[in-house]
């Protein structure tokens, strides 16, 4: 069965939300499709050219997940597929190049990409989004392997080719890798208006207080609806260092107060995590106070990221904003973070995240 009409029946049963810029993507998913099933073209004693493959980029909730799930379905399995997050693959690739430095391996990059060409014809890379130096170092040599290898690639993220590790450290050294992505792949944008998971967040309500059972399933039922069961811990690396979030899928992510305040993290890490979601669940804010000084003072700091983000938060508190830090050093000035988080909880806030994203997320 094709994408499209795969993509025609899942409508039609009421398991996805028709969607005009969806519908117009989905002759590229065929033709890669059709392209894959062919036979391998291959020269004598050469590996098989690699099919062109296809880079799909567009605002988060817009649905490029769905469809490179979707197009996986109607693919099958007779092609050899690796379907990864792209933060986690580049996690394996960081460990096994690890391991080949530790068998004494001059260049660790070649038997790392001739391992993942050996178990599959296609990559697919979920949310490229490329932010440390040492992954913008790796990536153009780890390519250039696997498309000699015969590597088909076909990856979302939510900026195109051209605005990859935008603003990072030697940014020059890592533009030939946006020329191969563009030679060798399709480009091609999901220019959306609507927000599908956004739409599912309207009218919600966004701050839970007290603590309290009643919270934590309101919480649980949110995090079940924009994770649909799936996720997985993402780390952000900040300057060199490893930043774990604890859940995340599809833009979303879900930590504890001290999973994000109660560790040394500072401006960097919240600016980072800020930049990687969309939507931020943030589990038991205990009362702040100058017993947990630090850990407020962190607080204030996230919340400003998240703030200047345009972040959507839920959150489940043990007071109302204007009730979290009332005595006390810094219970004056908390009173613009008890500001803040009461603007965020608004049903509009957020709504201008979309724009961000696709443009600098």
Known sequence: MTVAALYDSRAREGRLMPDPAQRGVLPALDRLRAELLDPPRRGLFRKP????????????????????DLFLDALGPSVPTR???FHAFMQWVQAAMNKARARGVDDAILPVADEIAESARLLALD?????????????????????AQGVTLLTTSNRPPSDLYKDGLNRALFLPFIALIEENCEVL????????????????????????????AAMNALWADLSGGESHPEILRVYGRDVEIPAFHNGSARASFYDLCGRPLGPADYLA???????????????LG???FNQARRFVTLIDALYEARVTLFAS?????DRLYVEGEGSFEFARTASRLMEMQGASWGQ??????AAAV
């Open 49 to 68: 050219q690699p099919v062109r493959g296809l880079y799909l980029w567009g605002g988060v909730g817009r649905g490029k997940s769905m469809l490179m």
């Open 273 to 287: 995590l800020a930049n990687a979601v969309r939507v931020l669940l943030i589990d038991e804010i205990p009362r």
């Open 352 to 357: 201008g995240v979309a724009d961000r994203s």
């Open 83 to 85: 379907r990864q997050h």
């Open 317 to 321: 508190a043990a007071a109302a904003p």
């Open 189 to 216: 944008e999901l220019a959306s208006a609507t927000d599908h998971r956004q739409g599912r967040l309207t009218g919600a309500r966004r701050y839970f207080c007290p603590v309290d059972a009643e919270a934590r």
């Open 127 to 147: 949310e490229m989004q490329v932010t440390d130096i040492a992954d913008a170092m790796i990536l153009g040599r780890l390519f250039q392997r696997l498309w």
């Open 290 to 292: 100058s017993d947990n």
